[in-house]
């Protein structure tokens, strides 16, 4: 059953998709929140109203999930997404989230978690 094989079990079709996802996916969706900040300009920065939500908790990991797994796509990227980094920004400072981030109860990302980083993928 192909749905069930690993990056590693399928390297051809895994640089396929990687491509489309780097060129086409990632900037779409991505692209989408930057734009749902843009039409929030009363919102101090935030996706919905003036304080933080789970979408912009979400947002956050999100940024930094495909730092970890796409870093040469997101240094592109950003250059583009300049509210959505300044929304990672405001919820990486937030006190609470900063000790979080901070303290060694925070599992750093790995290749056995839902970001994965596969330099080969990365373009």
Do not use: W
């Not at 690993?6 to 990687?18: F, I």
């Not at 734009?35 to 919102?43: D, E, F, I």
């Amino acid at each position: 059953m192909r749905y069930l094989l690993y990056c590693d079990d399928q390297k051809t079709e895994a640089a396929r998709r990687a491509k489309h996802f780097r060129a086409e996916r990632a900037p779409y969706h991505l692209g989408y929140f930057e734009r749902v900040l843009r039409a929030n300009p009363g919102g101090c920065g935030y996706s919905i109203g003036r304080s933080a939500t789970c979408v912009d908790l979400a947002l956050f990991q999100v940024i930094e999930g495909l730092r970890y797994a796409c870093p040469r796509m997101m240094r592109r990227l950003e250059r583009r997404l300049q509210r959505l980094v300044a929304l990672h920004n405001m919820i990486a400072e937030r006190p609470n989230i900063a000790r979080y981030l901070a303290s060694p109860r925070r599992i750093p990302f790995n290749n056995d978690g839902i970001f994965r980083h596969y330099p080969e993928l990365d373009g």
